[in-house]
C-alpha cells in the first residue's frame, strides 16, 4: 500500500469514527459479507488496467507509424497511410482518455460511466 491509500484509509477510518485496524476489520468483513459485488468491483479494476496496457501498446504501434508518416513527409512525399495514422492517433487518444476517465471516477467515488 502506497502512502496516498495509507492516508485514505486513515481518513475513512476517523470519519467513521473508529482505529485503523477496526477500520479494516470492518471492512474486510462487510466484504466478505457481499462477495459479489466485491467480486465485480476487483474484476472491473483488472478489465480497467488490462485497457490502460492494451492502449499503451496501441499508442506504441501508432507512434512507431507515425514516425514512418513523418519521415516520409520529411523526405518531402505525402505518404497515403497519413490520414490511417491521424485516425488511429485519434482513437488511441480517446481510449486512454476514457480508461484515464474511468480510474478517476472510481477514485472520487462515483460509479462507473
Known sequence: MNDSEKKRLAAAATTARTTLPAFLARSGLAA????DATTAAIAGQRELVAELFAARRHLGHVGNNLNQVTRAINAGAHP????AVIAATRRAVQRVQHATDQLLQRDQGAPPA
Open 80 to 83: 497515403p497511410e497519413l490520414d
Open 32 to 35: 466478505a459479507h457481499d462477495l
